[in-house]
């Protein structure tokens, strides 16, 4: 009954008021022992002067405390600001009594009424020492309740600085946390040993199996200020091996206001261990590229469109047009926009391949920019359905780069793939075939055409980490299609803001090379998926090899054979030297290819491979295509290695 009780009662607060009365008692009965010290633990005083000097004492403390609010704090929650406020209000108190005693003797107004400074000094003591003490007291006594009748979990904080310190109070006077840190952490041999806020800190080395069973410790928090994500990387991988949780606290620049809050912690994200330097992008050109135009991005619904479309509504342009045929993403994207008080774009339904539709926008709005986000862009589903990967990839950036040229775009801004360097499948194919349309559409000379190229990016539709989230939530197997295999990850943000970026430098005719870091072993990923999840791999989940999907690459590559690069003044763009084209022959064999489209034949596949001979089909149906006799530059799609300049 009695725990029930206590479990029932114990997030309730004490009112302000019934604490105002036990501190004026704690005052009263200190100035009691006040006068019992000063005569040495004797009555030999005028215990008639006590009683009348007692209510003027109370009285002066009650003042005090109602002006600087001490009784206002939650006593479960007291810190050094609640001290602080206590400290004021004795001192405010102690002057009151001191002013009463003189005015008293100036004006006899309250006969014998006086009280010695000596009483006044030992009363102000006391009261502090009670006042701070039964607050502490108290919050000891409800945190060992909270420990006993409730479930507490035991943390240990990585880090013994400014950022674990902050994160240790925060997580301590969090109301209704039953969190208890037990520990931190720290390499610093100078901290090992001591305590803070009188809790130990320990060195690395003592992080074993048998430590955190004997602590009961579930998580430990990284919180370590400035930590570069290599250093990050090494020590997650480093406690994931551990049966706990680890999360982390965010940098300083992304607090609330510039206070770190509880809330804040959160789960060590897989992001955070794929070894990329965060791109940081100064003395951006994008502002002064984009100020007073009329900008066009297509598939602006998509996982990089629609972030191309929240970082340009941070400019100052004339107008923004959303084109996307997917409704209900697009409809999405318009709410989140508004709602974060952005109004002047216009989200329009349309389909890139529906020509006569895109010649009345561009006839309506008269863009100046136009990036091109919309296309087909999973592999093994496109490599069965080349109609529509030739129809959106090709004849519909085909449309948009025409329609440029016509309405006299100054630039027009290509999204492709990594998939296109060397390509392996449809789908890769076809985005190259359109990087080569929008090289020869440059020796018009009119609009600026400009491609960049890069990897997958973590977290769009269809991408490998929301898939291993999914499975991992179903409780496995993960699948992985080959052991060996891996890929260049970028977050869509990142690289989002390098298509910008690159649009701003680029003068017409560049294949922009993204910087990607280094290439990520996807059976790697998917250890560390379920080590983040708080699982054993593979005791609690399986990874299946299930053996390379249609037109799938073991290794993606960022340049072409015979391809070098060239550095900009942002080191984390290159630009691609990419080999001479015959360009009257290439753009007759687009326009061939996507007449020939038209009649759904396998002319389409055998036209493709003549126009991007390096197209070599891998584990699929469509290898049969291939010319055998034909030399093969690069047959098993080794990785190019590309170095940032």
Same mark, same amino acid.
């Given at each position: 009954m009695i725990k029930n009780y206590l479990t029932k009662n114990l997030h309730r607060y004490a009112s302000k008021w019934l604490v105002l009365l036990i501190d004026v008692l704690t005052i009263s009965i200190s100035f009691i022992l006040s006068y019992l010290i000063r005569f040495n633990l004797t009555l030999n005083f005028d215990v008639g002067k006590l009683l009348l000097q007692l209510p003027i004492v109370a009285l002066t403390a009650i003042i005090a405390f109602l002006i600087t609010g001490s009784h206002k704090g939650f006593i479960r929650h007291t810190g050094v600001k609640d001290v602080y406020n206590i400290f004021n209000a004795l001192c405010l108190s102690s002057i009151f009594t001191i002013f009463i005693v003189m005015v008293n003797r100036q004006f006899d107004f309250m006969g014998d009424f006086t009280v010695p400074l000596s009483i006044i000094i030992i009363h102000s003591l006391i009261s502090f020492v009670s006042l701070t003490g039964s607050r502490y007291l108290f919050k000891s006594f409800y945190q060992s309740l909270v420990q006993k009748f409730t479930r507490t979990k035991n943390i240990l904080i990585y880090g013994a600085g400014e950022s674990g310190i902050i994160a240790y109070n925060a997580i301590t006077n969090h109301t209704g946390t039953n969190i208890k840190v037990v520990g931190y952490i720290d390499d610093d041999a100078k901290k090992v040993g001591k305590r803070i806020n009188g809790t130990i800190v320990v060195k690395r080395e003592m992080l074993t199996q048998y430590f955190l069973k004997k602590k009961g410790v579930e998580e430990i928090i990284v919180a370590i200020h400035n930590i570069d994500s290599i250093a990050l990387k090494n020590l997650v991988e480093s406690l994931v091996d551990f049966p706990v949780q680890v999360k982390i606290i965010p940098p300083v620049q992304d607090w609330i206001n510039g206070e770190f809050k509880i809330s804040q912690i959160k789960n060590v994200q897989i992001e955070d261990l794929l070894n990329r330097v965060p791109i940081n992008i100064k003395k951006s050109r994008v502002s002064d590229e984009l100020r007073d135009k009329v900008v066009m991005v297509s598939g602006g619904a998509g996982s990089i469109g629609s972030e191309i479309v929240r970082q340009i509504t941070n400019y100052d342009y004339k107008s923004l047009i959303i084109v996307d045929q997917a409704e209900s993403p697009l409809y999405d994207l318009q709410q989140e926009l508004k709602q974060n008080g952005k109004h002047n774009f $216009?989200?329009? &339904?349309?389909?890139? *391949?529906?020509?006569?539709?895109?010649? +009345? +926008?561009?006839?309506?709005?008269?863009?100046? &920019?136009?990036?091109? @986000? @919309?296309?087909? #862009?999973?592999? =093994?589903?496109?490599?069965?359905?080349?109609?529509?990967?030739?129809?959106?990839?090709?004849?519909?950036?085909?449309?948009?780069a025409d329609l440029s040229l016509q309405y006299h775009v100054d630039k027009f801004v290509f999204v492709s793939t990594d998939k296109a360097v060397n390509p392996t499948n449809i789908m890769g194919a076809s985005k190259r075939i359109a990087e080569m349309y929008i090289s020869c559409m440059q020796h018009v000379n009119k609009t600026k055409f400009i491609t960049t190229r890069f990897g997958n990016v973590l977290g769009s539709n269809g991408s490998v980490i929301p898939l291993f989230k999914k499975q991992i939530e179903k409780g496995g197997p993960l699948t992985v299609t080959h052991?060996?295999?891996? *890929?260049? %990850?970028?977050? $869509? =943000?990142? @690289?989002?803001? +390098? &298509?910008?970026? @690159?649009?701003?430098?680029?003068?017409?005719?560049?294949? %922009?090379?993204?910087?990607?870091?280094?290439?990520? #072993?996807? %059976?790697?990923?998917?250890?560390?998926?379920?080590?983040?999840?708080? +699982?054993?791999?593979?005791?609690d989940i399986d990874i299946k090899i299930t053996g390379l999907r249609p037109g799938e690459k073991l290794y993606e590559e960022l340049l072409a054979n015979g391809e070098n690069t060239l550095p900009t003044y942002n080191k984390k763009i290159m630009i691609s030297k990419v080999r001479e084209l015959d360009y009257q022959k290439i753009m007759s064999k687009i326009d061939e290819l996507c007449i020939s489209n038209l009649f759904h034949n396998d002319s389409t596949v055998k036209l493709m491979k003549e126009i991007v001979p390096e197209f070599i089909s891998n584990n699929s149906d469509l290898c049969k295509f291939d010319d055998k006799t034909a030399p093969i530059d690069n047959p098993k799609g080794q990785k190019t290695i590309l170095q940032s300049s």
């Open positions: $216009i989200p329009i &339904v349309s389909d890139i *391949r529906d020509k006569s539709k895109m010649n +009345l +926008l561009f006839q309506q709005y008269k863009p100046d &920019v136009i990036f091109h @986000a @919309a296309a087909y #862009k999973h592999v =093994p589903l496109m490599e069965y359905n080349s109609y529509e990967a030739i129809k959106v990839n090709v004849a519909g950036t085909k449309t948009l052991k060996d295999i891996t *890929r260049y %990850f970028m977050t $869509i =943000p990142e @690289a989002s803001q +390098l &298509v910008l970026e @690159a649009g701003a430098m680029g003068e017409g005719g560049e294949i %922009f090379i993204f910087d990607m870091g280094e290439s990520v #072993k996807i %059976f790697d990923l998917a250890k560390n998926m379920i080590k983040l999840s708080g +699982l054993k791999y593979p005791e």
